[in-house]
């Protein structure tokens, strides 16, 4: 047992911060956990006015074992707090030229499905997921467990760079456009980096261990929303005795000597420190140690433009999850990476929970979201914020769903410069550096800072990545290091 009297502070009540302090106070320290919004989540967040409750950030899970794990770890099973459901299919697939497409949850009848459309690309679809799955089975060894050393020599990293797979190492887009004939399934497979805020044309093809995950763990929800995982955390932190600061910000972290000392409030309140567990964005973190902040906007990965829409009745024959794609993918990712603007043609995801606790009876909460650029220098004025809602709706128009907007009783949208004040986060990003290029996928910000001596960071946008499961994965190796270094 660690001394009760080691004093950690974690920044940051987000999924990453929740799982830290809970963590943490397992092992025995005492922990405060500040975050600068009132309510517990950070980006999974929830929203809800007449009767209506949208989740506002993550609205499925993949990897449901890492939550598990984490439950467990602490003594508690997971379904003495959460209701998980596994959904099938996984997703229903709606192209610009009208043709609809569902994956089913079962991976034999998803190949039925690929044959009647291509037969060809049975075999790719196989390739693809033996790839990912490869690159699971490696990253669960090295990558997904430890934090990265300093390059080179660096154990997970060689072990992945050394795959003996050549397509493992090519441009993810190159590969799939490769492996499979069909422009369709082509566009399926090109989504999968945007989970973590990252642009097809410009990832390297080890990211196809996010297909291979979706298949292999399945799509997860829990009863009454996904803000529900994050309610569990705040509550079984709160009955273990953590310190919940809501409403703080915290503006400094004092690391006189090379070591952290005090966390310094925007109240003007101090807190001493042996351990900070750091959970915001990497981005933000220099300026809490009196350095200049640093976000260039080629860097930052995508953010979202998420409209939420109370509708007084259910629209009929809709999945869960639904993807309404643009014409054009590629000018699409031109727009969000090289033009730096909200698509002129979005791809629209609609997420459509079947939960009466989120609804009044017979209605519907429904939640729309784009893809949009993450860069600090855009504006989102009331013009632009207009322009990318109607941009949506009109993609949801052209494809059959029509008149959503006039229809809705409620109607709330969270764009980027929302997001970029509400998270702390440049641009509004939500992971956030991308993942362009196999250096930046692999090598983020480390959960060891190093220096100040006692500093780690946990969350999406350090190591291994974002996502609710890999934010959880960041967790445990960040408070396993603080373990570590006291002797544990
Ligand atoms: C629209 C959207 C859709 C998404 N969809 C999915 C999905 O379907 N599935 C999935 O797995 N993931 C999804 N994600 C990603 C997922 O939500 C995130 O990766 C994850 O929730 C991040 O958790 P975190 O703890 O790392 O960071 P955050 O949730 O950002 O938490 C960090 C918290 O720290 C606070 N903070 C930062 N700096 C300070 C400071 N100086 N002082 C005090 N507080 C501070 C922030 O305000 C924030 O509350 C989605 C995210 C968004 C926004």
């Known amino acids: 047992m660690v001394s009760g009297q080691t004093r950690a502070v974690v920044i940051g009540a987000g999924v990453g ?88 949850a079962d991976w034999e009848e998803w190949l039925q499905t690929v044959r009647r459309m291509e037969p060809h690309d049975v075999d790719g679809v196989e390739r693809l997921r033996e790839v ?52 369709h399934l082509q566009r399926i497979y090109l989504r999968y980096p945007t989970y973590v805020g990252s642009s097809p044309y410009r ?17 997860w929800f829990p009863r009454g929303g996904m803000y529900r995982i994050a309610q569990a955390l705040a509550q079984l932190a709160a009955r273990m005795g953590v310190e919940l600061r809501p409403g703080r910000r915290v503006v400094a972290i004092d690391h006189s000597g090379g070591r952290v000392r005090t966390v310094h409030l925007h109240d003007g309140t101090t807190l001493a420190a042996d351990v900070v567990v750091y959970t ?31 509708l007084a009745e259910k629209i009929e024959g809709f999945h869960q999850h639904s993807v309404f794609f643009s014409a054009d993918y590629r000018e699409e990712f031109d727009d969000l990476f090289v033009r730096r603007r909200f698509p002129r043609d979005p791809t629209v995801y609609v997420h459509a929970p079947d939960d009466p606790e989120l609804a009044p009876p017979g209605g519907q909460a429904l939640y729309l979201m784009a893809n949009a650029p993450g860069d600090p220098g855009l504006r989102w004025d009331d013009r632009t914020v207009e322009e990318a809602v109607g941009a949506i709706l009109e ?40 993942s ?21 960071c946990a969350g999406g946008s350090f190591h291994p990545g974002g996502g ?21």
């Open 280 to 310: 915001g964005d990497s981005a933000m973190l220099p300026a809490l140690l009196g350095a200049p902040t640093q976000a260039p906007a080629e860097r930052r990965s995508l953010s979202g433009v998420v409209v939420l829409l109370g």
């Open 17 to 104: 911060g929740l799982a830290s302090a809970l963590r943490l106070r397992h092992a025995g320290l005492r922990v405060t956990l500040c975050d600068n919004h009132a309510a517990p989540g950070g980006k999974m967040g929830r929203w809800c006015a007449a009767g209506y409750c949208f989740d506002t950030g993550p609205t499925l899970l993949t990897m449901p074992h890492v939550l598990r794990r984490l439950f467990a770890d602490l003594g508690e099973p997971m379904e003495a707090h959460l209701e998980m459901r596994r959904l099938d299919p996984h997703a229903q697939y709606v192209f610009a030229d009208g043709t609809q497409l569902t994956v089913p």
């Open 468 to 488: 609710v499961p890999m934010v959880l994965l960041s967790a445990e190796i960040a408070v396993r290091l603080v373990l570590e270094d006291l002797g544990r």
């Open 436 to 456: 362009h290029g196999w250096r930046r996928a692999f090598l983020r910000p480390a959960n060891r800072a190093g220096r100040p001596r006692g500093l780690y």
């Open 203 to 219: 990832c390297p093809a080890t990211l196809l261990v996010i297909p291979f995950l979706e298949h292999e763990t399945g799509v």
């Open 395 to 434: 993609r949801l128009e052209r494809s059959g769903l029509r008149a959503l907007g006039q229809r809705a009783a409620l109607t709330e949208v969270w764009h980027p410069g929302r997001m970029a004040v509400r998270f702390l986060a440049p641009g509004g990003s939500i992971y956030g550096d991308n």
């Open 132 to 183: 990912g799955r490869k690159i699971y089975r490696l990253a669960s060894q090295t990558f997904f467990r430890r934090h990265p050393l300093v390059p080179p020599g660096l154990p997970p990293l060689a072990a992945l760079r050394h795959l003996p797979l050549r397509d493992a190492w090519g441009n993810y887009a190159r590969v799939v456009q490769r492996r499979l004939r069909h422009p």
